[in-house]
């Protein structure tokens, strides 16, 4: 049957769903029965690689070599088929492993987004594997033809976590993971769901079938435990299920468990003990004894077989218990807990943590298979006996995360690291793993050196989490071992070269530079540490980075200078030059100081690249609604009609759209992580990064300047690419080949990438297309790392899901054919390395790293001369003391008047201070032990500053006037709390679309308009000639440049009708139609109807509520917080005036003060008679400064101290009682207040006094002086008129300072009387909103519930849409892949009417062979009422063709149409057949294609009829929402609000009166009741102008039409006039424009000067093949004159030799009977000269052969082949001399004539 169609289509219906807890469906719909001989094609099902559209990337770029990883933390993992075959998965895979040949074989997923469970069939026939994807298959495999079998289908949304199989196998169990959990029964043979509903809330980890009891499932995973029963009820069969209740025990995680025979479960715990539940309920805990746990920690799998109960846990232990012991356990007290020991035990091993094991398929086997969360695949023996064997580890992997991994640079080995703190070395090419040690750290990067550092390229760096580097070399040690005779147990071996601590903590990125001189590490403590390379390698120094190191990268040799990038984890780049590697010196430490750093800080830009991404598609939008809207007045104008009400409303709604605001500028905090990056060009280079800033990659540059901290950095990009489908999928790893043509992607999907480069693209500008394969788990399984091997021709991945895989780069025939070798090559051992010893490790994970033993050192030092110097002066110090102690000794000895004293003998007073010191150590000593006292007392203080003041803005201030009572205050102001800016928050973001927004968002979709194929092909081709002009050109000289001109030309006359065509287009886009009305007439209309008629009150019972004006409990939060918001904004803006002005009065104080000071010296000059009286200077109140009462010096403290002390005593002494604490202190407080008061004021009055005194002093000391002359008179009237001048008007500027500040407070204290009536105003306006907001609380629930029904009425409708233009655009696109295919039909026909040419006497014949139907035979099977419809069609088809064929054969005879009759052409009639196959399978494609099309056109149809039932609920819930709306209007129109209106204000008159109640008054704002009024005059007016234009414009309407008509009929007239001259020019009607526009063919030009230049090379040739064939000639002229002479010289020598044998014959005769003796060697001698003579005849026949071929052109000439010449007999010398030396000659002349 055709599995394609069932492979496309789902083949299962849904049955019965879940009963208790799950949706019911009461009727069973009929189902199709699937044949048990169906099968699906895998070819079709599993996913392939992505490659980009119109792209030349192959398919098959990569191909999977190997599989060397091993998921095994994933559950269940480990599944056996038959006695030899183990499978997992692995990623996208399903691996089947052979354990004998370790050979794999691959199923790969067919979702394409991994597998998420398998489970094999209790037969082994089948296999079950449930993948991860939106709405995943399970899929069931046939083993071992590993062919799809069933195909499950909607089990779950995203991915099944768990599957099972019955104990008979015909029911399936699956368990879907997050979000649904739902628990399906599946008839999986029928591909029919049976029973389902959800499992749980959170996850579940297992599921299984009872096998004892057929009905019964459970279920266990994040803290639960469920049994599952499938009951018949009334209503049919039904799951229900028990949630397990664990009554006192611990809640806890169940990962494996057991189904007993009798019902009950037994299952394991997170703490290692067992649970027996029975009836949901815990029925005993079982445990060890002595309290011991069952197992150490968590019991991850229970199996019951044969009778016998085994556990494995995460201890790596296996135990078996007695199995009718804990059926029977039961707890005798309240503990709850029943001791028992296991029967047997096994424990595999240390770092061993089992998960779980299966069974080997052999019958009566103890054989099982455990999976190792610690990386490996175990083989038990469990038959606990004396022949038990011991546990063998079958294969070994890496555990969790691939931390590192790279490869050889001339071999095909590969080196990874873990955190299970294993280094393993594999072999690529034969897919092992030849060597694996573990360390007691886990590696965290390794980078193979490259060659110009180790010569034979083994070398490995690696680092580990202790910061610790490890040099290892790898080296093959046969040989080694080869010597003594012993063979190595590995292929390969590590030897420890050094070991470094560079850092104190991970090494996460090593790198050597370019010339292999320096070795960079950089660490997670954000430093880089640099090394010299060689022999051992010794520290340069470290600089310090931003952030933890991520990567780093030595520049390339293209760069002119040797630098290093080093990436960042937080998105900071640095880069600094390769430092000197001089290290001599001493230095204290290893800080690069002088080394300089430039630094990068990456700044997002995506927001800014969507930003302008969107003001690209709003106006194109704009310029599709423009269009759009043309159209539809176009529309109307062709079809003669006014436009509707609803396109006017279009129209207008599409005019009237406010505009939405572009997305805002965001940049994420905290940043992105940046993820990869690499070099360039010198200076710049490409970003990967994260988070938000995902979906790009980020051309970069290091600013020229860099005198910022690289921590207040913010450089952005200078350029970006984007990725496709990579906003949630970022790139995590970038890798090249050895030519960067091509750059291998590692993405956090766990896909790899693949881009084709151009050879020098730094900037990246060919990237473009890419293939994509899912390769690694795409949850968790994000790539890591991607290399290439040294020779191109192998990829290899690790990701997070422990993984790694091996892909070639070529075809497998061609891989084979590359690579002679079976097994990489390992590195032999260098020289010496037997006999060296292994460098001292570094095992201590706290040892000190490099630059901390460093600084050790020097603090060492330092401390050692510190002590050198202490005992030095020591030693001094006791020398000085003992010549003290002698001068004291001789003091003592001298008389008493000439003995000095004592105090004399000082040496130094410094002993003084030290007891001064030791008296201020002890007060630090007291302080410290009151520091809790004085703490406690600092922060009750702090608290109450808090509470009572910190919260204040504002205290209130008054300022008060000078020569008035007039003062004016601030506002006491409290800061706005935090919920209030929380409410703001949510109120700028949380804002609900309106009805208003969606339906503009109905009118304006954000999708684009749907793009023509055929536009689609004119890019295309369009994108193929801008690809195909970069070509070089061919033509050269005259040629190319009359070519080029004749383009230009053409280039230019179609820029000017292209031109010319815009121009038009554009008049006849601005042309408006016959019916069309003025845009701003229409929106005047459309306003004046909005806005006249009959408008309802919103007292009104029908008053609808407009959008704008609906309000709800965000909304008027909303309200709230802004009036709050302003309230405070004008309260502080007053407070700040006041406060300038309280500012201003404290300086006019201080200014008048200096003034005054000024007057007293002016008055001191001038007699006391003439002195005005000073004027009194005013102070500040206690109410203008109340800042200082929270100012005090320890002076206040004490007074405080003292006052509280009296105020003890005074409450003692009488009797105590009293007020209570804090009335008390606030008296304290106040009395110190004045105290302070008083003391300031007698201290301005003693200043006063002060001045005064002096005054007096000074007037009293003036009056005693002498009388003055006559000039010295006259002088001090001069200066006593200018001192009274002064006096004068220093007293009038302190008048007018005082008045003018006195004018200023009146003025502001107006001003803060009407803000005081606006406050009030607004404080009633806040209770207003208050209670609405009460009142819309209330509503909130019910609003909320029709809202999100609309919106989900709303989305629907969106959806339904979205499927409709879709499923439209789909079918259209079928509609013309037929109209293709009948045209391609029709040229079918045509070429084979042509291939008949004319009277053809076979052409009736021919045309019915092409037009007979065949009964071709179907690929595919099919089912049920399918193949019953498709055998009558075939029958009714058959008939048709009999007759037809009847008929036809009628008419042609007797003749066969499947044999080509006699005098046919064969080649016409195989065409013909050939034609006739064509025609058949365009025929099958198009009924396939018709077929399609005509149920795409039903589920249009369907959609269409959904769409209108959609769009009546939802303007059902519409309706709804308005009653709702109305019913808030009127509770909100109940609500009381106070208006304060003056008399004046009120208009509602009552027979002249003011009625006593305004209740039926309305209330409204004078301006627009003015502007209405004024309105009517102004509408009155436009009424009388309007006719006036009406008029003109109907006499200029006439005046157009005649116009018009002229300017056709000219139009008529030049256009036959065109034609004309166009028939008498070219003899027909032609294309004027593609004339112009016709340019010449490139191609054809470039083609015949090819053709020129082959035909002169080609005469060429000839011409010299020609003058060979002369020389030829004369040659052989020569070669056949020789052999004429030779052959002349050979009949001569011939005649000789017959004149010779007579001569011998004749004296043969006359010889004695003396001579007989020698006749015989004679006749010998005889005999070889005859054989000689046959040679001689057969090398001439040779050379006669060879004359013959040499007169033949172009004959090869071949060496004769030398006939050996038979040895001559032994003759006497005397005898034979003149014949040998004969025959010598003809054997010398023969050879010397075949050399020639």
């Given at each position: 049957?055709?599995?394609?169609?069932?492979?496309?289509?789902?083949?299962?219906?849904?049955?019965?769903?879940?009963?208790?807890?799950?949706?019911?469906?009461?009727?069973?719909?009929?189902?199709?029965?699937?044949?048990?001989?169906?099968?699906?094609?895998?070819?079709?099902?599993?996913?392939?690689?992505?490659?980009?559209?119109?792209?030349?990337?192959?398919?098959?770029?990569?191909?999977?070599s190997h599989s060397f990883g091993y998921d095994c933390e994933r559950r269940a993992n480990l599944q056996v088929l038959d006695e030899h075959t183990l499978t997992?998965?692995?990623?996208?895979?399903?691996?089947?492993?052979?354990?004998?040949?370790?050979?794999?074989?691959?199923?790969?997923?067919?979702?394409?987004?991994?597998?998420?469970?398998?489970?094999?069939?209790?037969?082994?026939?089948?296999?079950?594997?449930?993948?991860?994807?939106?709405?995943?298959?399970?899929?069931?495999?046939?083993?071992?033809?590993?062919?799809?079998?069933?195909?499950?289908?909607?089990?779950?949304?995203?991915?099944?976590?768990?599957?099972?199989?019955?104990?008979?196998?015909?029911?399936?169990?699956?368990?879907?993971?997050?979000?649904?959990?739902?628990?399906?029964?599946?008839?999986?043979?029928?591909?029919?769901?049976?029973?389902?509903?959800?499992?749980?809330?959170?996850?579940?980890?297992?599921?299984?079938?009872?096998?004892?009891?057929?009905?019964?499932?459970?279920?266990?995973?994040?803290?639960?435990?469920?049994?599952?029963?499938?009951?018949?009820?009334?209503?049919?069969?039904?799951?229900?299920?028990?949630?397990?209740?664990?009554?006192?025990?611990?809640?806890?995680?169940?990962?494996?468990?057991?189904?007993?025979?009798?019902?009950?479960?037994?299952?394991?715990?997170?703490?290692?003990?067992?649970?027996?539940w029975d009836g949901g309920l815990i029925k005993v805990e079982i445990c060890r004894k002595g309290g011991r746990t069952c197992h150490i920690g968590t019991i991850?799998?229970?199996?019951?077989?044969?009778?016998?109960?085994?556990?494995?846990?995460?201890?790596?232990?296996?135990?078996?218990?007695?199995?009718?012991?804990?059926?029977?356990?039961?707890?005798?007290?309240?503990?709850?807990?029943?001791?028992?020991?296991?029967?047997?035990?096994?424990?595999?091993?240390?770092?061993?943590?089992?998960?779980?094991?299966?069974?080997?398929?052999?019958?009566?086997?103890?054989?099982?298979?455990?999976?190792?969360?610690?990386?490996?695949?175990?083989?038990?023996?469990?038959?606990?006996?004396?022949?038990?064997?011991?546990?063998?580890?079958?294969?070994?992997?890496?555990?969790?995360?691939?931390?590192?991994?790279?490869?050889?640079?001339?071999?095909?080995?590969?080196?990874?690291?873990?955190?299970?703190?294993?280094?393993?070395?594999?072999?690529?090419?034969?897919?092992?793993?030849?060597?694996?040690?573990?360390?007691?750290?886990?590696?965290?990067?390794?980078?193979?050196?490259?060659?110009?550092?180790?010569?034979?390229?083994?070398?490995?760096?690696?680092?580990?989490?202790?910061?610790?580097?490890?040099?290892?070399?790898?080296?093959?040690?046969?040989?080694?071992?080869?010597?003594?005779?012993?063979?190595?147990?590995?292929?390969?071996?590590?030897?420890?070269?050094?070991?470094?601590?560079?850092?104190?903590?991970?090494?996460?990125?090593?790198?050597?530079?370019?010339?292999?001189?320096?070795?960079?590490?950089?660490?997670?403590?954000?430093?880089?540490?640099?090394?010299?390379?060689?022999?051992?390698?010794?520290?340069?120094?470290?600089?310090?980075?931003?952030?933890?190191?991520?990567?780093?990268?030595?520049?390339?040799?293209?760069?002119?200078?040797?630098?290093?990038?080093?990436?960042?984890?937080?998105?900071?780049?640095?880069?600094?030059?390769?430092?000197?590697?001089?290290?001599?010196?001493?230095?204290?430490?290893?800080?690069?100081?002088?080394?300089?750093?430039?630094?990068?800080?990456?700044?997002?830009?995506?927001?800014?690249?969507?930003?302008?991404?969107?003001?690209?598609?709003?106006?194109?939008?704009?310029?599709?609604?423009?269009?759009?809207?043309?159209?539809?007045?176009?529309?109307?104008?062709?079809?003669?009609?006014?436009?509707?009400?609803?396109?006017?409303?279009?129209?207008?709604?599409?005019?009237?759209?406010?505009?939405?605001?572009?997305?805002?500028?965001?940049?994420?905090?905290?940043?992105?992580?940046?993820?990869?990056?690499?070099?360039?060009?010198?200076?710049?280079?490409?970003?990967?990064?994260?988070?938000?800033?995902?979906?790009?990659?980020?051309?970069?540059?290091?600013?020229?300047?860099?005198?910022?901290?690289?921590?207040?950095?913010?450089?952005?990009?200078?350029?970006?690419?984007?990725?496709?489908?990579?906003?949630?999928?970022?790139?995590?790893?970038?890798?090249?080949?050895?030519?960067?043509?091509?750059?291998?992607?590692?993405?956090?999907?766990?896909?790899?990438?693949?881009?084709?480069?151009?050879?020098?693209?730094?900037?990246?500008?060919?990237?473009?297309?890419?293939?994509?394969?899912?390769?690694?788990?795409?949850?968790?399984?994000?790539?890591?790392?991607?290399?290439?091997?040294?020779?191109?021709?192998?990829?290899?991945?690790?990701?997070?899901?422990?993984?790694?895989?091996?892909?070639?780069?070529?075809?497998?025939?061609?891989?084979?054919?590359?690579?002679?070798?079976?097994?990489?090559?390992?590195?032999?051992?260098?020289?010496?390395?037997?006999?060296?010893?292994?460098?001292?490790?570094?095992?201590?994970?706290?040892?000190?790293?490099?630059?901390?033993?460093?600084?050790?050192?020097?603090?060492?030092?330092?401390?050692?001369?510190?002590?050198?110097?202490?005992?030095?002066?020591?030693?001094?110090?006791?020398?000085?003391?003992?010549?003290?102690?002698?001068?004291?000794?001789?003091?003592?000895?001298?008389?008493?008047?000439?003995?000095?004293?004592?105090?004399?003998?000082?040496?130094?007073?410094?002993?003084?201070?030290?007891?001064?010191?030791?008296?201020?150590?002890?007060?630090?000593?007291?302080?410290?032990?009151?520091?809790?006292?004085?703490?406690?007392?600092?922060?009750?203080?702090?608290k109450l500053q808090e509470r009572f003041w910190d919260s204040l803005v504002s205290e209130t201030v008054t300022v008060v006037a000078f020569r008035s009572e007039?003062?004016?205050?601030?506002?006491?102001?409290?800061?706005?709390?935090?919920?209030?800016?929380?409410?703001?928050?949510?109120?700028?973001?949380?804002?609900?679309?309106?009805?208003?927004?969606?339906?503009?968002?109905?009118?304006?979709?954000?999708?684009?308009?749907?793009?023509?194929?055929?536009?689609?092909?004119?890019?295309?081709?369009?994108?193929?000639?801008?690809?195909?002009?970069?070509?070089?050109?061919?033509?050269?000289?005259?040629?190319?440049?009359?070519?080029?001109?004749?383009?230009?030309?053409?280039?230019?006359?179609?820029?000017?009708?292209?031109?010319?065509?815009?121009?038009?287009?554009?008049?006849?886009?601005?042309?408006?139609?016959?019916?069309?009305?003025?845009?701003?007439?229409?929106?005047?209309?459309?306003?004046?109807?909005?806005?006249?008629?009959?408008?309802?009150?919103?007292?009104?019972?029908?008053?609808?509520?407009?959008?704008?004006?609906?309000?709800?409990?965000?909304?008027?939060?909303?309200?709230?917080?802004?009036?709050?918001?302003?309230?405070?904004?004008?309260?502080?803006?007053?407070?700040?005036?006041?406060?300038?002005?309280?500012?201003?009065?404290?300086?006019?104080?201080?200014?008048?003060?200096?003034?005054?000071?000024?007057?007293?010296?002016?008055?001191?000059?001038?007699?006391?008679?003439?002195?005005?009286?000073?004027?009194?200077?005013?102070?500040?109140?206690?109410?203008?400064?109340?800042?200082?009462?929270?100012?005090?010096?320890?002076?206040?403290?004490?007074?405080?101290?003292?006052?509280?002390?009296?105020?003890?005593?005074?409450?003692?002494?009488?009797?105590?009682?009293?007020?209570?604490?804090?009335?008390?202190?606030?008296?304290?407080?106040?009395?110190?207040?004045?105290?302070?008061?008083?003391?300031?004021?007698?201290?301005?009055?003693?200043?006063?006094?002060?001045?005064?005194?002096?005054?007096?002093?000074?007037?009293?000391?003036?009056?005693?002086?002498?009388?003055?002359?006559?000039?010295?008179?006259?002088?001090?009237?001069?200066?006593?008129?200018?001192?009274?001048?002064?006096?004068?008007?220093?007293?009038?500027?302190?008048?007018?300072?005082?008045?003018?500040?006195?004018?200023?407070?009146?003025?502001?204290?107006?001003?803060?009387?009407?803000?005081?009536?606006?406050?009030?105003?607004?404080?009633?306006?806040?209770?207003?909103?208050?209670?609405?907001?009460?009142?819309?609380?209330?509503?909130?629930?019910?609003?909320?519930?029709?809202?999100?029904?609309?919106?989900?009425?709303?989305?629907?409708?969106?959806?339904?849409?979205?499927?409709?233009?879709?499923?439209?655009?789909?079918?259209?696109?079928?509609?013309?892949?037929?109209?293709?295919?009948?045209?391609?039909?029709?040229?079918?026909?045509?070429?084979?009417?042509?291939?008949?040419?004319?009277?053809?006497?076979?052409?009736?014949?021919?045309?019915?062979?092409?037009?007979?139907?065949?009964?071709?035979?179907?690929?595919?099977?099919?089912?049920?009422?399918?193949?019953?419809?498709?055998?009558?069609?075939?029958?009714?088809?058959?008939?048709?063709?009999?007759?037809?064929?009847?008929?036809?054969?009628?008419?042609?005879?007797?003749?066969?149409?499947?044999?080509?009759?006699?005098?046919?052409?064969?080649?016409?009639?195989?065409?013909?057949?050939?034609?006739?196959?064509?025609?058949?399978?365009?025929?099958?494609?198009?009924?396939?294609?018709?077929?399609?099309?005509?149920?795409?056109?039903?589920?249009?149809?369907?959609?269409?009829?959904?769409?209108?039932?959609?769009?009546?609920?939802?303007?059902?819930?519409?309706?709804?929402?308005?009653?709702?709306?109305?019913?808030?209007?009127?509770?909100?129109?109940?609500?009381?609000?106070?208006?304060?209106?003056?008399?004046?204000?009120?208009?509602?008159?009552?027979?002249?009166?003011?009625?006593?109640?305004?209740?039926?008054?309305?209330?409204?704002?004078?301006?627009?009741?003015?502007?209405?009024?004024?309105?009517?005059?102004?509408?009155?007016?436009?009424?009388?102008?309007?006719?006036?234009?009406?008029?003109?414009?109907?006499?200029?309407?006439?005046?157009?039409?005649?116009?018009?008509?002229?300017?056709?009929?000219?139009?008529?007239?030049?256009?036959?006039?065109?034609?004309?001259?166009?028939?008498?020019?070219?003899?027909?009607?032609?294309?004027?424009?593609?004339?112009?526009?016709?340019?010449?063919?490139?191609?054809?030009?470039?083609?015949?000067?090819?053709?020129?230049?082959?035909?002169?090379?080609?005469?060429?040739?000839?011409?010299?093949?020609?003058?060979?064939?002369?020389?030829?000639?004369?040659?052989?002229?020569?070669?056949?004159?020789?052999?004429?002479?030779?052959?002349?010289?050979?009949?001569?020598?011939?005649?000789?030799?017959?004149?010779?044998?007579?001569?011998?014959?004749?004296?043969?005769?006359?010889?004695?009977?003396?001579?007989?003796?020698?006749?015989?060697?004679?006749?010998?001698?005889?005999?070889?000269?005859?054989?000689?003579?046959?040679?001689?005849?057969?090398?001439?026949?040779?050379?006669?052969?060879?004359?013959?071929?040499?007169?033949?052109?172009?004959?090869?000439?071949?060496?004769?082949?030398?006939?050996?010449?038979?040895?001559?007999?032994?003759?006497?010398?005397?005898?034979?001399?003149?014949?040998?030396?004969?025959?010598?000659?003809?054997?010398?002349?023969?050879?010397?004539?075949?050399?020639?």
């Open positions: 049957m055709d599995t394609s169609e069932k492979a496309d289509e789902p083949s299962v219906q849904e049955g019965q769903t879940a009963g208790s807890e799950g949706e019911e469906q009461d009727e069973k719909p009929e189902v199709v029965e699937i044949p048990v001989d169906m099968y699906y094609d895998y070819e079709k099902l599993y996913s392939r690689p992505v490659t980009t559209a119109d792209s030349d990337i192959p398919e098959n770029l990569l191909h999977l997992f998965v692995a990623g996208n895979l399903l691996v089947l492993l052979d354990m004998r040949t370790k050979q794999q074989r691959y199923l790969r997923s067919c979702g394409g987004g991994g597998i998420g469970a398998i489970m094999c069939h209790p037969s082994k026939g089948y296999v079950a594997v449930a993948e991860k994807a939106h709405e995943p298959d399970i899929i069931i495999y046939e083993y071992p033809s590993l062919r799809p079998y069933r195909i499950l289908r909607g089990g779950t949304e995203q991915a099944y976590s768990c599957v099972d199989f019955n104990r008979d196998g015909a029911l399936l169990a699956s368990v879907g993971s997050a979000t649904d959990y739902m628990l399906t029964l599946w008839n999986w043979r029928q591909e029919q769901v049976i029973l389902r509903c959800k499992a749980f809330s959170q996850d579940v980890y297992r599921v299984t079938f009872s096998t004892d009891n057929p009905g019964q499932l459970t279920t266990s995973g994040s803290g639960h435990i469920k049994f599952w029963k499938m009951a018949n009820t009334f209503t049919g069969l039904k799951l229900q299920g028990e949630l397990g209740r664990y009554g006192r025990t611990a809640l806890t995680d169940i990962e494996g468990y057991v189904e007993l025979p009798d019902g009950k479960v037994l299952s394991g715990s997170e703490w290692g003990n067992m649970l027996l991850q799998h229970f199996s019951l077989d044969e009778g016998e109960l085994l556990t494995i846990g995460i201890d790596g232990a296996v135990r078996s218990w007695d199995f009718e012991s804990i059926d029977q356990a039961d707890c005798t007290d309240d503990s709850g807990q029943v001791e028992l020991e296991p029967m047997n035990e096994m424990v595999i091993g240390r770092n061993v943590s089992l998960v779980s094991m299966v069974k080997s398929t052999c019958p009566d086997t103890p054989i099982w298979f455990a999976q190792d969360s610690d990386g490996a695949i175990w083989k038990l023996d469990l038959s606990f006996s004396n022949m038990t064997q011991d546990p063998e580890c079958l294969f070994s992997f890496h555990a969790g995360l691939i931390t590192a991994m790279d490869v050889s640079g001339n071999s095909h080995l590969m080196a990874t690291t873990a955190m299970d703190r294993c280094l393993k070395i594999f072999d690529f090419l034969a897919n092992r793993e030849i060597f694996t040690t573990r360390y007691k750290q886990a590696g965290t990067t390794l980078t193979w050196a490259p060659c110009t550092v180790h010569r034979s390229n083994g070398l490995l760096a690696v680092g580990f989490k202790d910061g610790v580097v490890r040099l290892l070399e790898i080296f093959n040690p046969r040989s080694l071992y080869s010597v003594a005779g012993v063979g190595p147990n590995s292929e390969a071996e590590l030897f420890l070269r050094q070991a470094l601590k560079p850092h104190d903590a991970p090494v996460t990125a090593i790198a050597y530079e370019r010339n292999g001189e320096i070795m960079a590490t950089g660490s997670a403590d954000c430093t880089v540490f640099l090394f010299t390379v060689g022999e051992m390698y010794e520290p340069i120094g470290f600089v310090n980075v931003p952030g933890p190191v991520l990567r780093l990268e030595w520049s390339p040799h293209s760069h002119e200078k040797s630098t290093l990038l080093i990436l960042c984890n937080n998105g900071h780049v640095a880069e600094v030059d390769a430092p000197d590697q001089d290290t001599e010196g001493v230095r204290s430490t290893y800080l690069l100081q002088d080394l300089k750093v430039r630094h990068f800080c990456f700044r997002s830009i995506k927001s800014s690249i969507q930003r302008d991404a969107e003001v690209a598609r709003r106006q194109a939008l704009k310029q599709q609604h423009v269009k759009e809207r043309d159209a539809r007045v176009k529309a109307a104008q062709e079809q003669g009609r006014q436009p509707t009400e609803e396109e006017q409303r279009l129209e207008g709604e599409e005019d009237e759209g406010e505009e939405e605001e572009l997305p805002p500028i965001h940049i994420p905090s905290p940043p992105s992580p940046l993820l990869c990056g690499f070099y360039s060009q010198p200076g710049s280079f490409w970003l990967s990064m994260g988070g938000y800033d995902s979906g790009y990659l980020y051309h970069c540059e290091f600013s020229q300047d860099q005198s910022e901290s690289p921590e207040n950095r913010m450089d952005k990009p200078f350029a970006f690419i984007p990725l496709k489908d990579a906003d949630e999928d970022p790139l995590c790893t970038v890798a090249f080949n050895s030519s960067r043509q091509l750059m291998l992607c590692g993405m956090h999907s766990g896909r790899i990438r693949a881009y084709p480069l151009e050879s020098g693209d730094h900037h990246l500008a060919s990237m473009q297309a890419f293939w994509s394969l899912s390769v690694h788990d795409n949850q968790y399984g994000h790539v890591q790392h991607v290399r290439c091997s040294y020779d191109d021709q192998f990829v290899l991945t690790t990701g997070q899901d422990g993984n790694i895989f091996s892909f070639s780069l070529l075809p497998h025939e061609e891989l084979q054919k590359a690579l002679q070798s079976n097994k990489a090559k390992v590195p032999s051992p260098r020289i010496g390395l037997e006999t060296s010893k292994a460098a001292q490790d570094i095992d201590d994970p706290t040892a000190y790293s490099i630059e901390t033993a460093k600084q050790k050192v020097v603090m060492e030092r330092l401390r050692r001369e510190a002590e050198q110097r202490k005992t030095e002066r020591r030693k001094k110090l006791a020398e000085l003391q003992q010549s003290f102690e002698q001068l004291l000794k001789q003091n003592d000895d001298l008389p008493a008047h000439v003995r000095l004293h004592r105090a004399e003998l000082e040496l130094d007073p410094r002993f003084r201070e030290e007891t001064e010191r030791m008296t201020a150590q002890r007060v630090r000593e007291a302080r410290r032990e009151l520091a809790w006292e004085e703490e406690r007392h600092r922060v009750g203080l702090k007039h003062r004016i205050s601030t506002y006491r102001l409290l800061a706005l709390s935090d919920h209030f800016y929380l409410l703001k928050q949510r109120t700028r973001t949380g804002r609900r679309p309106g009805m208003t927004e969606r339906r503009r968002s109905m009118a304006d979709p954000s999708k684009g308009p749907v793009t023509d194929p055929d536009e689609l092909g004119a890019a295309g081709s369009g994108v193929l000639q801008s690809r195909m002009k970069p070509s070089v050109s061919k033509l050269i000289g005259r040629q190319a440049e009359k070519l080029r001109k004749a383009a230009e030309k053409a280039e230019k006359a179609r820029a000017k009708i292209q031109k010319r065509k815009k121009e038009w287009d554009e008049l006849y886009a601005s042309k408006p139609s016959e019916d069309c009305e003025d845009p701003a007439d229409v929106l005047a209309i459309r306003s004046a109807t909005e806005n006249m008629g009959d408008f309802k009150l919103k007292t009104a019972k029908d008053f609808s509520v407009p959008e704008h004006l609906r309000m709800n409990a965000e909304k008027k939060r909303a309200q709230l917080v802004t009036l709050e918001e302003r309230i405070y904004n004008q309260k502080m803006e007053m407070n700040t005036q006041v406060m300038d002005l309280r500012d201003s009065k404290v300086a006019l104080l201080a200014s008048l003060r200096s003034l005054l000071h000024h007057l007293q010296e002016v008055q001191e000059r001038l007699p006391a008679s003439k002195r005005r009286p000073l004027p009194s200077l005013p102070t500040l109140l206690p109410e203008e400064t109340p800042e200082k009462k929270l100012r005090y010096t320890r002076d206040t403290l004490r007074r405080y101290d003292a006052l509280l002390k009296a105020k003890e005593v005074q409450r003692r002494g009488g009797g105590g009682g009293g007020a209570d604490e804090g009335e008390e202190g606030d008296h304290l407080l106040a009395e110190l207040g004045k105290e302070g008061q008083r003391e300031e004021e007698e201290e301005e009055k003693k200043e006063s006094g002060r001045t005064r005194q002096a005054g007096e002093g000074e007037v009293g000391g003036k009056e005693e002086q002498e009388m003055e002359t006559e000039l010295e008179e006259e002088m001090r009237r001069v200066e006593e008129i200018k001192n009274l001048d002064l006096q004068d008007s220093l007293l009038q500027e302190i008048e007018d300072s005082v008045w003018c500040f006195d004018a200023e407070l009146c003025l502001l204290r107006h001003e803060k009387l009407s803000l005081d009536i606006q406050m009030k105003l607004a404080d009633l306006r806040h209770v207003t909103l208050f209670q609405e907001l009460l009142l819309l609380k209330e509503f909130e629930k019910r609003e909320n519930t029709l809202q999100g029904r609309l919106n989900a009425r709303m989305k629907e409708e969106d959806e339904l849409t979205e499927k409709l233009e879709e499923c439209k655009k789909q079918l259209e696109l079928k509609r013309r892949e037929i109209v293709k295919l009948q045209e391609r039909e029709r040229t079918i026909a045509a070429t084979f009417q042509a291939s008949l040419g004319d009277n053809n006497k076979f052409a009736e014949f021919l045309t019915r062979v092409f037009k007979k139907k065949i009964k071709r035979v179907k690929k595919k099977e099919k089912t049920g009422e399918d193949e019953e419809d498709e055998a009558s069609s075939e029958d009714s088809d058959e008939e048709d063709w009999d007759d037809d064929e009847d008929d036809e054969g009628s008419e042609a005879g007797a003749l066969d149409d499947s044999v080509c009759p006699p005098n046919c052409d064969p080649e016409l009639f195989e065409n013909t057949v050939q034609l006739r196959e064509r025609r058949l399978d365009l025929e099958e494609l198009l009924a396939e294609e018709k077929k399609t099309a005509d149920s795409l056109k039903k589920e249009c149809d369907a959609l269409a009829k959904k769409a209108k039932i959609v769009q009546t609920t939802l303007q059902a819930a519409e309706g709804d929402l308005e009653l709702f709306n109305r019913e808030k209007q009127q509770k909100l129109n109940e609500l009381d609000v106070v208006v304060p209106l003056r008399l004046h204000q009120i208009e509602f008159l009552v027979n002249g009166t003011i009625p006593r109640r305004l209740g039926s008054a309305l209330v409204l704002n004078t301006s627009p009741l003015v502007r209405l009024q004024n309105r009517i005059r102004e509408l009155q007016q436009e009424k009388s102008q309007q006719r006036e234009l009406y008029r003109h414009a109907r006499q200029r309407h006439v005046t157009l039409q005649h116009e018009h008509k002229d300017m056709q009929a000219k139009i008529k007239e030049l256009e036959s006039r065109c034609e004309h001259l166009m028939l008498r020019k070219f003899g027909k009607l032609v294309d004027l424009e593609g004339l112009q526009t016709l340019s010449g063919n490139r191609i054809l030009e470039e083609m015949r000067q090819e053709s020129r230049i082959r035909e002169l090379t080609y005469a060429q040739e000839v011409k010299a093949w020609e003058a060979n064939v002369c020389k030829a000639r004369e040659t052989l002229t020569q070669v056949t004159r020789q052999n004429t002479e030779r052959l002349h010289c050979l009949n001569s020598l011939l005649c000789e030799q017959k004149e010779l044998e007579d001569k011998l014959n004749s004296r043969q005769k006359k010889m004695g009977a003396q001579f007989q003796s020698g006749r015989r060697a004679d006749a010998e001698s005889k005999r070889g000269l005859h054989e000689l003579v046959e040679s001689q005849a057969q090398e001439g026949a040779m050379l006669r052969q060879e004359i013959a071929v040499l007169s033949r052109k172009g004959g090869h000439i071949l060496p004769p082949p030398q006939m050996p010449l038979q040895p001559s007999p032994p003759t006497h010398t005397h005898t034979h001399t003149r014949t040998h030396h004969t025959t010598r000659q003809i054997h010398i002349r023969t050879q010397l004539s075949g050399n020639q």
